[in-house]
């Protein structure tokens, strides 16, 4: 069974720094693409950022670039973001998630770690 | 500016049928783009239900199905229960690697 369990969030104040952490297991971690989705509280979901299985591509919305940047410790099963120069819309529920064969889709998901990002 | 298009609401009612679309702001959809659907519910992490147009994850029932209609990518519920009520969510790969989700449905059930 495929489980992804991120942890890391919390609060942080502006132009702070964060890291996340997303444990996998339940799969070949080095095989699968993963990424980073988040949801501000109460909007939609916005893909924020995506890694290889062999962690030489990695992939940013426009808003993130220059500031966060994804990884993989395969010796660990785990993704990180790290997170710089936090910004108050970074607020938001992060999710871990895999994706699917080929880079297809995402098919599973984690429960999520909040960052507030606030003085 | 939405690039990805879906309806903001929708309603069914039980049993019946609902398709709720997902388009681009400029240009077709098609299997290239990847789409996928998610749902969710209130306070709870997504849940993945149709990948790669119409690939059902492990565990969906059948009722769930995608689908490309016209020039969009479609998810259709049939037979729907009062448990599917939800935001669900559609995501479509723009190229280079990026992804782009929609603004999502709030599909009401009554």
């Known amino acids: 069974e495929v489980q992804l369990l991120e942890s890391g969030g919390g609060l942080v104040q502006p132009g702070g720094s964060l890291r996340l952490s997303c444990a996998a297991s339940?799969?070949?971690?080095?095989?699968?693409?993963m990424a980073w989705v988040r949801q501000a509280p109460g909007k939609g979901l916005e893909w924020v950022s995506g890694?290889?299985?062999?962690?030489?591509?990695?992939y940013y919305v426009d808003s993130v670039k220059g500031r966060f940047t994804i990884s993989t410790d395969n010796s660990k099963n785990t993704v990180y973001l790290q997170m710089n120069n936090l910004r108050a819309e970074d607020t938001a529920v992060y999710y871990c998630?895999?994706?699917?064969?080929?880079?297809?889709?995402?098919?599973?998901w984690g429960q999520g770690t909040l960052v507030t990002v606030s003085s | 500016q939405t690039v990805v298009t879906q309806e903001p609401s929708f309603s069914v009612s039980p049993g019946g049928t609902v398709t709720l679309t997902c388009g681009l702001r400029?240009?077709?959809?098609?299997?290239?783009?990847?789409p996928s659907w998610h749902q969710q519910t209130p306070g709870q992490a997504p849940r993945t239900l149709i990948y790669?147009?119409?690939t059902r994850s492990s565990g969906v029932p059948d009722r769930f199905s995608g689908s490309i209609l016209g020039n969009k990518a479609a998810l259709t519920i049939t037979g729907a229960q009062p448990d599917d009520e939800s935001d669900y969510y559609c995501?479509?790969?723009?190229?280079?690697?990026?992804?782009?989700f929609g603004g999502g449905t709030k599909l009401t059930v009554l």
């Open positions: 890694i290889s299985g062999s962690g030489d591509r990695t």
């Open positions: 995501v479509l790969y723009l190229g280079s690697g990026i992804w782009v």
């Open positions: 998630a895999k994706h699917s064969p080929g880079y297809s889709g995402l098919d599973h």
């Open positions: 400029s240009g077709s959809v098609s299997r290239s783009h990847y």
């Open positions: 339940g799969f070949t971690f080095n095989t699968y693409a």
């Open positions: 790669s147009t119409k």
